[in-house]
């Protein structure tokens, strides 16, 4: 079946520093690929998104490259504010399902001090 | 306006007790769903509806029933609570296809004591 693995987290930085979430996938088929972000009591968000092999989603100043080599979709920043605090997940879309099946990794909490 | 909303934000019941957990979306889409989440902030499917019709139940009990009376609602019916079902439970939509955004409410904070 299909499934996301994450970067465990927390993860804590200073504010400007550089930041990398690594998120792998296994799935059949060529599925999309997503950045959920949750903000403290709140629902999920989308925060970039990427359709096919190479293609890179980017919002807020967040980024990632779809991967398919190495079936990754790793999250970077190059400078984090206190406001990106929030938990971040990766996740795919089922190429049979479409958006029906969405398949999250556990989320990785990220914490920016100033 | 709040494009998916779910009542109510916060729930505590004691076990053995039937609840129901609301979500409305006024975005015009034809899919929702059901998540939930744990206390470890995993996040895992329950049920997918598009067009009113159950399209996705992934192996959650039958104590959880889902009923959509149309394509902008989608409830959730829980029977006999236990204590594993406490959870952050949350409502989403989308268009159907596999690119579109799916869009979250709130969630539920189900406490089970």
């Known amino acids: 079946g299909n499934s996301v693995t994450q970067m465990e987290g927390p993860v804590t930085l200073s504010e400007e520093a550089f930041l990398t979430i690594n998120c792998t996938y296994t799935?059949?088929?060529?599925?999309?690929l997503f950045w959920y972000v949750q903000y403290p009591g709140e629902g999920l968000q989308l925060l970039l998104k990427?359709?096919?092999?190479?293609d890179k989603g980017s919002n807020k100043g967040f980024e990632a490259t779809y991967r398919k080599e190495t079936t990754s979709f790793h999250l970077e920043k190059g400078s984090v504010q206190v406001s990106d605090s929030a938990v971040y997940f990766c996740?795919?879309?089922?190429?049979?399902?479409?958006?029906?099946?969405?398949?999250f990794g556990t989320g990785t909490r990220l914490t920016i001090i100033p | 306006d709040t494009a998916v909303s779910q009542t109510p934000k916060y729930l505590v019941t004691q076990m053995g007790n039937d609840k129901s957990i609301k979500c409305e979306q006024n975005?015009?889409?034809?899919?929702m769903y059901w998540y939930k989440q744990d206390s470890k902030k995993f996040l895992k499917i329950m049920f997918s509806?598009?067009?009113?019709?159950?399209?996705i139940n992934e192996t959650v009990p039958n104590r959880f029933s889902p009923k959509s009376p149309d394509k902008a609602h989608l409830n959730l019916h829980i029977n006999s609570l236990e204590l594993g079902d406490s959870a952050v439970y949350f409502c989403?939509?989308?268009?159907?296809?596999?690119?579109?955004?799916?869009?979250f409410g709130q969630g539920t904070r189900l406490t089970v004591v």
């Open positions: 975005l015009g889409h034809d899919t």
């Open positions: 996740a795919l879309s089922d190429p049979n399902f479409g958006n029906e099946k969405l398949t």
């Open positions: 799935a059949t088929g060529y599925p999309s």
């Open positions: 509806y598009n067009n009113k019709e159950l399209i």
């Open positions: 989403a939509s989308s268009q159907a296809g596999m690119n579109t955004e799916a869009f």
């Open positions: 990427a359709t096919k092999a190479d």
